[in-house]
């Protein structure tokens, strides 16, 4: 089992820049592929970005290209997200997430969140 607790949530002016942390503990940080989701009042989880097991190969949605870059430090066992040039609409709960490559997110492992909240 994999335990995940983020950091670095805040309140944040518009154009400003906040950087997540995930710290892992348990199994193999390296052993699984991370990600990150976020949930805003009223909508849907939507996916971020996400990195595989040796941090060469990233993805990200459509909100966050350009602007929001992923990595992880597997020494460390920790997962990060700069967020850069953040605008309100990014404004959300983020959750970082671990699941066994080939598997689906929702059968892996959740933190339980970290705020984010962006002012106009």
């Known amino acids: 089992q994999v335990q995940l607790v983020e950091s670095g949530g805040g309140l944040v002016q518009a154009g400003g820049s906040l950087r997540l942390s995930c710290a892992a503990s348990?199994?193999?940080?390296?052993?699984?592929?991370m990600g990150w989701f976020r949930q805003a009042p009223g909508k849907e989880r939507e996916f971020v970005a996400s990195i595989i097991r040796s941090g060469g190969i990233t993805a990200y949605g459509d909100s966050a290209k350009g602007r929001f870059t992923i990595s992880r430090d597997n020494p460390k066992n920790t997962l990060y997200l700069q967020m850069n040039s953040l605008e309100p609409e990014d404004t959300a709960v983020y959750y970082c997430a671990a699941a066994v490559p080939g598997s689906s997110w929702n059968s892996g492992y959740w933190g339980q969140g970290t705020q984010v909240t962006v002012s106009s």
């Open positions: 348990g199994r193999t940080f390296s052993s699984y592929d």
